[in-house]
């Protein structure tokens, strides 16, 4: 079945440490998204790739440096320099068509600092 | 920018009732996507529903229907005969068709309770 996976569901980091989330789909989809939830908050965009090797700052991307290597991945680092690291991340994928078709989403990642 | 507010941060409807939540948006786009995401405790982000800005028919699929009122930038959602499975947060998005980024934009949420 096609989708999109993330791992590992859950991730505990001691501060100072940098912690990457993996994001895999096998969608064939062109773009890919990185989300923080947080409660009362909604989503907010951290960062975003439309093609391979290609990516872009969303609203909330310092202390976060994603790659795009292949086109089934995205990971996402969290870097020591997030001053809240704390929150749940959701990774979803779109197809490029150039109308706006439905996003896929992972199962999402909750990452605490310890 | 875009702008989504849902207003409501709880609700809560008996069973088998039917249960209204509130969206507006903020946008200069004229064309435009609109979407219901339901967030169950699995955290799993499902497609309710989603409409199209230039489509003056609201959208419909089986208990879940929208009153998309464009000039008032409103999007509700109606959930008719509510079922235990309806219990979720629910999130209001808006999307703008940009080739190669369709990032959506999210409201708050709102947390729906169904009460037995």
């Known amino acids: 079945d096609g989708g999109i996976t993330q791992s590992p569901k859950y991730l505990f980091r001691k501060e100072g440490q940098n912690v990457t989330l993996s994001c895999e789909q096998n969608?064939?989809?062109?773009?890919m998204y990185w989300y923080r939830q947080d409660p009362g908050q909604g989503l907010r965009l951290i960062y975003y790739?439309?093609?391979?090797?290609?990516?872009q700052k969303g609203d909330i991307a310092e202390g976060y440096s994603v790659s795009r290597e292949k086109k089934e991945s995205f990971p996402l680092t969290v870097t020591s320099a997030q001053k809240n690291p704390t929150a749940f991340y959701l990774c979803?994928?779109?197809?490029?068509?150039?109308?706006?078709?439905?996003?896929?989403f992972g199962q999402g990642t909750r990452l605490t600092v310890v | 920018a875009q702008t989504v507010t849902q207003s409501q941060p709880e609700m809560s409807v008996q069973e088998a009732e039917t249960v209204t939540l509130s969206c507006t948006y903020d946008?200069?786009?004229?064309?435009?996507?609109l979407f219901w995401y339901k967030q169950p405790p699995s955290r799993q982000m499902i497609l309710v529903i989603r409409?199209?800005?230039?489509?003056?028919q609201n959208a419909t699929e089986n208990r879940f229907s929208v009153n998309f009122q464009k000039a008032a930038k409103s999007f509700s959602l109606k959930i008719s005969d509510s079922q235990l499975g309806d219990a979720a947060m629910y999130f209001c998005?808006?999307?703008?068709?940009?080739?190669?980024?369709?990032?959506?934009?999210f409201g708050t949420g709102t947390r729906l309770t169904i009460i037995p």
């Open positions: 969608l064939n989809h062109d773009a």
């Open positions: 409409q199209e800005a230039y489509k003056q």
């Open positions: 998005a808006y999307s703008h068709p940009n080739f190669g980024n369709e990032k959506l934009t």
């Open positions: 979803a994928s779109t197809l490029q068509t150039g109308s706006v078709t439905e996003a896929f």
């Open positions: 790739s439309q093609i391979v090797n290609d990516f």
């Open positions: 946008t200069s786009e004229s064309d435009y996507y």
